[in-house]
């Protein structure tokens, strides 16, 4: 069973930077497509940054220029860097990863295996 822990996180002023991790139960090149989704309070989830076998990377327009989507297949592990983080940017995070024979999706509908989530809290 694939199993996806985040880490990182926690709580920042406006400004500031956080970094997330998500350790992967198996080599991070056995999935096509990985990525990071956010859920805010009475919002639905949404795509934060994708990026699939390739290093293809695509991102929500509200954070590019702010957010860096990386991955270490030998570490097993998926990265998201934040920098310049707004109150917005306030969610539970969650790491996804899924293994499409096609083009990643959106979508978090398209993703099979998620983590437990993780909470960035950022205060104005």
């Known amino acids: 069973q694939v199993q996806l822990v985040e880490s990182g996180g926690g709580s920042v002023q406006a400004g500031g930077s956080l970094s997330l991790s998500c350790a992967a139960s198996?080599?991070?090149?056995?999935?096509?497509?990985m990525g990071w989704f956010r859920q805010a309070p009475e919002n639905q989830r949404e795509r934060v940054a994708v990026i699939d076998r390739s290093g293809k990377i695509t991102y929500a327009d509200s954070v590019k220029g702010r957010f860096t989507i990386s991955k270490d297949n030998a570490k097993s592990t998926l990265y998201l860097q934040m920098n310049s983080l707004k109150p917005e940017d306030t969610a539970m995070y969650y790491c996804?990863?899924?293994?499409?024979?096609?083009?990643?999706?959106?979508?978090?509908?398209?993703?099979?295996?998620w983590g437990q989530g993780i909470q960035v809290t950022v205060s104005s």
């Open positions: 996804a990863a899924d293994r499409a024979l096609f083009n990643c999706a959106v979508g978090p509908g398209g993703y099979v295996y």
């Open positions: 198996e080599y991070t090149s056995n999935f096509r497509c």
